[in-house]
């Protein structure tokens, strides 16, 4: 009778852990160990969005789990040592996962691939107010970049102590924010032109820029939502008390402030061109939503905004992401669909006839990313 009663408890336990796994496990697990493997990453910024998640995953793990993350991370960097690139912006975001092993493992290999991306980013072209261009041969502001260029300075600063990061960071959001702020609903124009050129375009529209503004006349979703990571990952990470992470908290601030109104109420989803809700062919997309959610969070968990609409608004995004964009693969995991492929800049039909498609990187780092945070 002692062996039956044993056996039942140990089942009983067993099936009360798969219980309490929630959809975010089943996504990381699918994401680290088939959908991309370290073997598989590539140094290129897609990649970068799903490793950022996995290194916010270290970040947030208990000691005992901390482990499943770094051994990823020094899988996926170590084949990527002689790779290493800081040339564009897009290059420059896959040199977090250097700079975060160079400041956990202490490992010459690694501080060298990550200074050596650093120096290469130095000699990207700017514009005339500083701004880092996302176009190599141009001179173009993309709301894009703070991502892929922040994610790799906020770690450098985090390996190095040194605030000479934290400073070009700013000295880039600053450059950007003149340029792309909609002062209106406080998120940003997709991207800005610097020189004005005639140029062949094979992703987005040819003159895209030719108004008085020099910008773009829409407000992608996903743009802002690269923006709104990284101020809420500087918010997160730095102390209190920090120039830089006040500024940073401002700006966040300003960016979610209006977002719970925007909010699709039965979706819990923010839309491909979030500012126009309304708008006929207008779509869910879920990486934004997981984004935009993940900055209320934070923004919520350090006292920046309060009140009742922005945590209903993260416990819908939440819930709207499961019921809507997190479906089964076939195979006992979940992926994410709802996901706008790649995309570059043009007029509002370029957003709306752009393809919503499943999984890719930054669909499922992004939903890991705000998952893991609001299960926290």
Same mark, same amino acid.
């Not at 940003?188 to 006349?217: A, L, P, V």
């Not at 006040?246 to 699709?264: C, G, H, R, S």
């Not at 997309?285 to 350090?302: C, H, K, P, W």
């Not at 089964?328 to 957003?351: A, E, F, P, Q, R």
């Given at each position: ?109 690694? *501080? +060298?691939?990550?200074? @050596? ?10 514009? =005339? %107010? #500083? ?46 924010? *003149? +340029?792309?702020?909609? @002062? ?10 610097? =020189? %004005? #050129? ?166 499922l780092g992004a939903a890991i990313l705000f998952g893991r945070t609001y299960e926290n």
């Amino acid at each position: 009778m002692k062996t039956i009663f044993f056996i039942f408890i140990c089942l009983f336990l067993f099936h009360s852990n798969l219980l309490a796994k929630t959809w975010v496990d089943s996504l990381d697990v699918y994401a680290r160990t088939r959908y991309m493997p370290p073997k598989k990453m590539k140094w290129k910024w897609q990649d970068a969005s799903l490793l950022f998640s996995f290194i916010k995953e270290y970040d947030l793990a208990t000691e005992k789990d901390k482990s499943v993350y770094m051994d990823y991370v020094v899988k996926a960097m170590s084949k990527k040592l002689r790779r290493a690139s800081g040339k564009s912006p897009n290059a420059v975001a896959a040199g977090m996962g250097m700079a975060f092993l160079a400041q956990h493992q202490k490992g010459y290999k690694y *501080e +060298k691939a990550a200074l @050596k991306v650093y120096n290469q980013y130095l000699k990207i072209n700017r514009t =005339d %107010n #500083k701004g880092v261009s996302h176009k190599r041969f141009f001179k173009e502001l993309w709301d894009d970049t703070i991502f892929m260029i922040g994610s790799f300075l906020t770690r450098m600063y985090l390996w190095t102590g040194d605030e000479q990061y934290l400073k070009e960071l700013f000295v880039q959001m600053d450059a950007h924010r *003149e +340029k792309l702020l909609d @002062k209106e609903s406080g998120l940003w124009f997709h991207g800005w032109d610097g =020189d %004005n #050129k005639n140029r062949i375009n094979f992703c987005g529209q040819t003159g895209w820029s030719k108004n008085d503004e020099k910008r773009s006349q829409e407000i992608w979703g996903r743009g802002n939502g690269w923006v709104i990571v990284t101020l809420a990952d500087i918010v997160n990470v730095l102390p209190k008390g920090n120039k830089y992470r006040e500024k940073a908290a401002t700006y966040l601030k300003e960016m979610v402030v209006n977002l719970p109104d925007i909010q699709d109420k039965t979706t819990g989803h923010w839309f491909q061109l979030p500012v126009k809700p309304e708008q006929e062919g207008n779509f869910i997309e879920s990486s934004a939503t997981a984004m935009f959610a993940y900055g209320i969070q934070i923004a919520l968990d350090n006292d920046i905004i309060l009140g009742e609409k922005y945590e209903n608004a993260v416990r819908n995004a939440y819930i709207g992401l499961r019921k809507y964009s997190v479906v089964n693969t076939g195979d006992k995991h979940l992926t994410v669909i709802n996901v706008c492929k790649g995309t570059c800049i043009g007029d509002m039909n370029y957003y709306l006839n752009r393809s919503s498609t499943s999984q890719k990187p930054y669909g499922l780092g992004a939903a890991i990313l705000f998952g893991r945070t609001y299960e926290n």
